[in-house]
């Protein structure tokens, strides 16, 4: 099994920056990905940013240029630094771990921390 921690939301100004980071436990055999996705209220899940196991990253529309995801070494860990926060980024933001084993995608996902912007 695998569990994901998040930490790093909180309150934060229109025009902030805030470092989400994700720290996984358990096993990670057969690791294909990691990455954010959010959920604001009233609104379907939706992807933040990713990189995979061969170093592809996958950003929103909405985040690219602002939002720059990293990993470390080990795949223990996954950050997103976010830049220029506005209010439309207010969401629940979820760390997400993906495996892939015979043609099968198996996601993992951690409780969410909430981010709000807001002056």
């Known amino acids: 099994q695998v569990q994901l921690v998040e930490s790093g939301g909180g309150l934060v100004q229109p025009g902030g920056s805030l470092t989400l980071s994700c720290a996984a436990s358990g096993s990670i055999l057969n690791i294909y990905s990691m990455g954010w996705y959010r959920q604001a209220p009233g609104k379907q899940r939706e992807l933040v940013a990713t990189?995979?196991?061969?170093?592809?990253?996958d950003y929103a529309d909405s985040v690219k240029g602002r939002f720059t995801i990293s990993r470390d070494s080990a795949w223990r860990t996954v950050s997103v630094r976010m830049n220029g926060l506005t209010p439309e980024d207010t969401a629940v933001y979820y760390c997400?771990?993906?495996?892939?084993?015979?043609?099968?995608?198996?996601?993992?996902w951690g409780q969410g921390t909430q981010v709000t912007v807001s002056s």
């Open positions: 997400n771990l993906a495996k892939r084993a015979y043609g099968t995608v198996y996601n993992y």
């Open positions: 990189i995979t196991t061969g170093g592809t990253t």
